[in-house]
């Protein structure tokens, strides 16, 4: 499902999308019943804050979070050379495999994922690769299946790795093997940009 305002489909729900849109008609229904039909102008008011609130939620979701956008590369410091071999370690349906690509023109991304995130519908390799395509940077992108707590790598194979909002999906142990994973791949001077929500307690 693509965004209004995005020409990417990172395959979230429509709840996720559009889901304060649909909260924001309803408080609307309800307000203009309220205010029209039982003169409870009060009650349409408060109503109505809602919709507000419902439509201001709606605009950080897509323009705070960007979750139809790829990833802002929040560093300059990030493979700062431009070029070389990138792993994004979960790397679900592309948003920092697209930021990576589209921020260093030079660098090859082997987007690494499990495949098993419900938050999106369809999360493949085929959608991630169809994002990648909409970027224009299809032929720089490599797709592989796996965990990213036992990396199908050799030692020092990449220049940079990118972990955004994947990591923080794992226990603690499972954080401990994948950091340790990504220290092995990596190479000794390269960067490791890890990008999280929460930690696991």
């Known amino acids: 499902m693509h965004s209004l305002i995005s020409p990417f489909d990172f395959g979230y729900t429509w709840p996720w999308t559009y889901g304060h849109l649909v909260i924001a008609l309803v408080f609307a229904a309800a307000a203009a019943l309220a205010w029209l039909k039982f003169k409870a102008r009060r009650t349409a008011v408060v109503l109505a804050a809602g919709v507000v609130w419902a439509l201001a939620a709606f605009l950080v979701v897509q323009y705070g979070f960007r979750i139809n956008a790829p990833v802002a590369l929040p560093t300059a410091r990030f493979l700062e050379q431009g070029t070389g071999r990138v792993l994004d370690m979960g790397s679900g349906s592309g948003r920092a ?105």
């Open 97 to 201: 495999t697209v930021m990576v690509l589209t921020e260093r023109l030079k660098a090859r991304v082997v987007a690494l994922d499990n495949w098993s995130a419900d938050y999106s519908a369809d999360n493949s390799p085929r959608r991630l690769l169809a994002n990648a395509a909409v970027a224009g940077a299809a032929d720089r992108v490599e797709v592989t299946t796996g965990d990213m707590r036992s990396l199908p790598f050799e030692d020092g194979s990449f220049d940079g790795i990118v972990s955004t909002y994947a990591i923080d999906h794992l226990n603690s142990e499972g954080i401990t093997k994948a950091l340790a994973e990504a220290s092995r791949v990596l190479k000794p001077e390269g960067t490791f940009l890890l990008m999280v929500i929460n930690g696991d307690g």
